[in-house]
């Protein structure tokens, strides 16, 4: 093979690395959130009325913009609560949250994405 061929098939593999995309997620299931509910939840007292969720995402060029990844879910976690909609003796509980970093062209372009999850309970006694 000559240099030229060589020199083309290592610029062709090069900008298939760059081309490519990887994801990196965490997730977070202990109570970290930021209220705290005492209910004791032993008896048949309660139905799971709906399950909610809400979603924050920033993008990063040079990782630079966005917001942080406590900020990121803080607004994850907002954006959950107002699609709550809690009416009467009803409450949230087991809040899950996740953050997933998307690097479309690392490091030059990256999207991180922040999910909050939960489900809402009322009390029917």
Known sequence: MTKTRISIILAAVAACLMATSCGISYENTKNASLW?????????NYR??????????????????????????????SDMLDNAGLTGSQAIINTTYY???????SPIYFKRTAY????????VE
């Open 36 to 44: 705290q509910t005492n209910v004791q939840l032993n008896s048949d």
């Open 48 to 77: 799971i009325v709906k399950q909610i969720s809400g979603e924050s995402s920033a993008t990063y060029i040079f990782g630079i913009g966005g917001l942080s990844k406590k900020a990121l879910t803080e607004s994850a976690i």
């Open 99 to 105: 953050v997933k970093t998307v690097n479309i062209v």
């Open 116 to 123: 909050a999850t939960a489900y809402v309970i009322e009390f």
